[in-house]
């Protein structure tokens, strides 16, 4: 009976995540204006997903067909169906909630103020969050259930599989299409024309903002669903290795050891839900103390059940330093994101300064803050394996993962409440709502730019230690005991490995840069015949520019998610097992660099644009503020497309690996 705790806590989480979305859903929507701007994004950020999902279906179709024949193993391609349904599940469940609370959200600003704004968005937010841990563990938590656990260790892969590839497409479609509308909509709206943020007289304003929710929402999801499953998994594999490492005298067996991450994270979403209870607002405080206030709470009852949970089932502590190591360096990871990426720090402020100069001093700032901001996390990340594997050997490290992810529904609600803000800002604005409404919407979408960025942070660093924990398993599967730096083959692997992260950026912000291209031609096409708009007596097209970003983002997602699946194999099969350790070593470790420095600059180069609009260094309009936005441009596919895509590509390549293992020998070359 002790396996359905999993499942019965995630069907907690999904009924609670029900419970606030009927919540958000009774909130006054505000004005006809309103309604009307957040029907247009709404039914934009639908259509989008729509088309996404029937790609989608064909690549599903086709590798549930390859696991099925190819690897003769029908349970792991049921599986994976299943882990790619659940993943677009999460993504659409919680998008659908964000287009119903942004404008909501806006409302709540124009008539009740900071408190009950902060409030709305926050729950939805954590409606993703909920839907992501809870589909997440019943997911997994139900093969265990009916499962034998020897079934379940060979082939639960296939759910991570499915999570993994749909949160690729997902995050790379969606990180396209949000960018190539910010772009457009920031370059010549704020920049050429000198209209604010978010003007309706703005063609790309709508397209925008269905970007934020198809993105840094539904993307959002679907590759924290990813990094979750993936935790859970990579310990679920490794239970065999921890029995046979264990201490003679520890009293605990494989089903055990499988056990006991799945009821981790049972606990850890009944924390999210006590910690969204927790997160209050008011008019005089910041938000972020009251995001981070849900946060501590969270983390404090997890590290408290998983002392109490390692003492009873293993009679040792070891296994709970471990999960607090993962939990304390991912919260430790958060902080330090939040130093370089938010205003309130001398990193931010200094990019900003650097604006009075003019556009490439912004932009090589934010990259010196980008490169500096990797150091920490990345000794942060080495302590906590060294700390994890010290204590219970490579089961320890997969542990440490689910300890940083237990709180994903916390994680997660945090993350999502941004781009809530950013759209009810936007309807705020389109709106012709008093400045005193945009005051308090800003507000909110500030610190939700640095929880963005913290989140980013939390799924970078559980990707390094899920991806190590797969590799020991992928070592497992085949059969390898050494990849030895002196072999030729191990070396092309890992020159192929540590290449592929720059490949994959490069395709993923020339896609940006390709469609944002043709964002720009149409906007200063409408401004340039249509004169009317500028006057404000005619309405721009934002259909044809909804349209543009939805057909260049799913033409150009294709390539770049396809190619974590097809370099494994190819490398697999022409060069052999050793080789493709090689490149899995390889891609982790340049990956986790890149998406961080990525990352992080994007998130700084955000906030100093947003310290300028505040005042500083002469405000909006100002020379220093059009610097700014150059460099925030610049920013926006660092991190919104392809700095948060790399962690799912090291940990997708990784699964590839693992469950085709055995179709592997010694290469073709």
């Not at 003769?72 to 964000?98: D, P, R």
């Not at 990259?367 to 320890?396: D, E, H």
């Not at 700084?604 to 100002?622: L, P, Q, R, T, V």
Request: hydrophobic letters at 50%; proline letters at 3%; glycine letters at 12%.
């Amino acid at each position: 009976m002790i396996s359905f705790i999993a499942p019965a806590a995630a069907v907690i989480g999904l009924i609670t995540a029900q419970i606030l979305a009927i919540w958000i859903g009774k909130a006054d929507a505000g004005t006809d204006r309103m309604k009307e701007i957040a029907s247009y994004i709404r039914e934009g950020a639908m259509a989008f997903l729509k088309r996404e999902y029937q790609i989608m279906t064909i690549v599903i179709a086709a590798l549930f067909l390859l696991i099925g024949f190819g690897l003769q193993n029908w349970t792991t391609a049921v599986l994976y169906v299943i882990g790619a349904l659940f993943s677009v599940l999460a993504g659409f469940f919680g998008m659908n909630v964000a287009t119903k609370g942004n404008v909501r959200t806006a409302n709540a600003a124009r008539t009740s103020g900071m408190p009950k704004a902060l409030k709305i968005a926050f729950r939805s937010g954590a409606v993703m969050g909920l839907c992501v841990s809870g589909l997440g563990l019943f997911g997994v938590g139900m093969a265990m259930c009916f499962l034998d656990l020897a079934t379940v260790t060979e082939c639960i892969t296939g759910f991570g599989l499915g999570a993994s590839s749909m949160a690729l497409f997902g995050r790379v479609g969606g990180g396209i299409y949000t960018k190539a509308a910010d772009v457009g909509a920031d370059l010549v709206g704020k920049v050429e024309a000198g209209i604010p943020e978010d003007d309706p007289r703005n063609p790309a304003v709508i397209a925008d903002n269905v970007g934020d929710n198809v993105g840094d929402v539904a993307g959002m999801g679907s590759d924290l669903f990813e990094s979750y499953v993936g935790s859970i998994i990579s310990a679920i594999t490794l239970a065999a290795v921890a029995v046979q490492t264990a201490p003679s005298d520890a009293s605990f067996t494989e089903t055990t050891a499988a056990l006991f991450p799945l009821l981790l994270s049972a606990v850890g979403i009944i924390a999210s839900i006590i910690g969204i209870l927790f997160v209050r607002g008011s008019d005089s405080s910041n938000p972020a103390k009251a995001l981070n206030m849900g946060t501590y709470v969270a983390g404090i009852l997890v590290i408290v059940a998983a002392i109490l949970l390692s003492r009873a089932l293993f009679g040792s502590l070891n296994y709970a330093w471990a999960i607090i190591t993962g939990l304390v360096v991912g919260i430790a990871i958060g902080k330090v994101t939040e130093v370089y990426t938010s205003a309130d720090y001398g990193s931010v402020k200094k990019v900003a300064g650097q604006a009075e100069t003019g556009s490439a001093t912004v932009i090589i700032s934010g990259l010196g803050v980008g490169m500096m901001s990797t150091m920490i996390p990345i000794v942060l990340i080495a302590i906590g394996i060294f700390i994890a594997y010290k204590f219970v050997g490579v089961y320890g490290i997969a542990l440490s993962a689910v300890g940083m992810l237990s709180t994903t529904g916390m994680t997660v609600a945090v993350d999502a409440y941004g781009p809530v803000s950013d759209n009810a800002g936007g309807i705020a604005e389109m709106s012709e709502l008093p400045d005193e409404v945009r005051a308090i919407t800003d507000k909110l979408d500030a610190v939700g730019n640095t929880t963005a960025a913290i989140g980013k942070g939390f799924a970078i660093a559980s990707a390094a230690l899920t991806a190590l924990a797969l590799f020991v398993s992928y070592a497992e599967v085949a059969k390898i005991s050494t990849a030895s730096l002196l072999e030729p083959t191990v070396i092309i692997g890992l020159f192929i490995g540590a290449m592929l992260p720059f490949l994959f950026s490069a395709m993923t912000m020339n896609s940006v840069g390709r469609a944002a291209h043709q964002m720009i031609e149409e906007v200063r096409r409408q401004f340039h015949e249509d004169a009317g708009i500028m006057a404000g007596t005619s309405k721009p097209d934002y259909a044809k520019c909804v349209s543009i970003s939805t057909s260049a983002s799913l033409k150009e997602m294709v390539m770049p998610a396809a190619m974590a699946i097809v370099v494994p194999l190819a490398v697999g099969f022409l060069f052999g097992r050793e080789a493709l350790a090689g490149t899995l070593a390889g891609s982790l470790a340049t990956g986790v660099l890149l998406a961080i420095m990525m990352s992080n600059s994007g998130g700084a180069w955000d906030n100093a644009k947003k310290y300028i609009e505040e005042g500083h260094f002469g405000g909006k309009g100002s020379e220093a503020h059009k610097a700014a936005v150059v460099g925030d441009t610049v920013g926006d596919p660092f991190k919104d497309t392809a700095g948060p895509s790399l962690n799912i590509l090291i940990k997708l390549m990784t699964i590839v690996a693992v469950i085709f293992a055995p179709l592997f020998g010694s290469g073709l070359l």
